[in-house]
């Protein structure tokens, strides 16, 4: 068990350019969520997957963000055309389902700070 | 919907002292509650969870919390502060059915004086 891996753990970047986060969640969870932690405040949740399928969204998630998980392992968290606003640290975590033996708790990974200039 | 109160953004407690981080809830259905600890730049670890068994709950580093229903409280504590005890501390909620999506605290920054 490697636990959750995030890259790149930095990437500063100027506004209006394209980021792509990538998560690797722990091997034989089935569930994987991002969130995003500004400085000072407590993580918030974006998305929410179930292997491949993206089962909840926030309305903090506007359109210029993309969440896919394509076969059901690892995550990419796209933003497009950054903005100031997008600075921030973007969590992922792991689950596996309580109906599968899981017991409620996330598995964070080490985060991918983001500084858009 | 849940949600949770963490009362003090920031702690200072000398070094021995007890640690007291105050956590409020609230949920319309029994809640699963956990605190975890962040260091600088680091992600978030899991320190304890209640999960409707036993309302005291021991976890990791000698913290320990125990969850009040009349007071909607899940109060962390640790009889003995230590200087690597200093960080960052968030309370979350989530449901006990469905995903394990949690609703984060806004944090209680740890100082430890020496």
């Known amino acids: 068990d490697t636990g959750v891996s995030q890259n790149p753990r930095h990437k500063i970047t100027k506004r209006g350019q394209n980021v792509t986060f990538r998560c690797d969640p722990i091997?034989?969870?089935?569930?994987l969520y991002w969130y995003r932690q500004t400085l000072g405040q407590g993580p918030e949740f974006l998305t929410y997957?179930?292997?491949?399928?993206?089962?909840?969204k926030s309305r903090l998630l506007s359109d210029r963000f993309s969440a896919e998980r394509p076969k059901g392992s690892f995550s990419t968290l796209e933003i497009q055309r950054t903005e100031q606003g997008d600075s921030a640290m973007y969590l992922c975590?792991?689950?596996?389902?309580?109906?599968?033996?899981?017991?409620?708790?996330?598995?964070f990974g080490e985060g991918s700070r983001l500084t858009v200039l | 919907a849940q949600s949770v109160t963490q009362l003090g953004s920031h702690v200072s407690v000398s070094e021995g002292a007890l640690v007291l981080l105050r956590c409020n809830y609230s949920s319309s259905v029994p809640p699963y509650l956990f605190w975890y600890v962040q260091y600088p730049n680091q992600g978030l670890q899991l320190l304890l969870k209640?999960?409707?068994?036993?309302?005291l709950v021991k976890g990791i580093n000698g913290f320990e919390a125990e969850f009040k229903k009349s007071e909607t409280s899940f109060h962390l504590t640790k009889p003995s502060a230590h200087m690597s005890d200093a960080a960052e501390y968030f309370c979350?909620?989530?449901?006990?059915?469905?995903?394990?999506?949690?609703?984060f605290g806004t944090g209680t920054r740890l100082t430890i004086i020496p």
């Open positions: 997957f179930q292997n491949e399928a993206q089962l909840e």
């Open positions: 979350a909620v989530s449901n006990n059915f469905g995903n394990e999506k949690l609703t």
């Open positions: 209640y999960t409707s068994a036993a309302t």
């Open positions: 975590a792991s689950s596996l389902a309580r109906s599968q033996g899981g017991t409620g708790e996330l598995f």
């Open positions: 091997s034989e969870h089935n569930r």
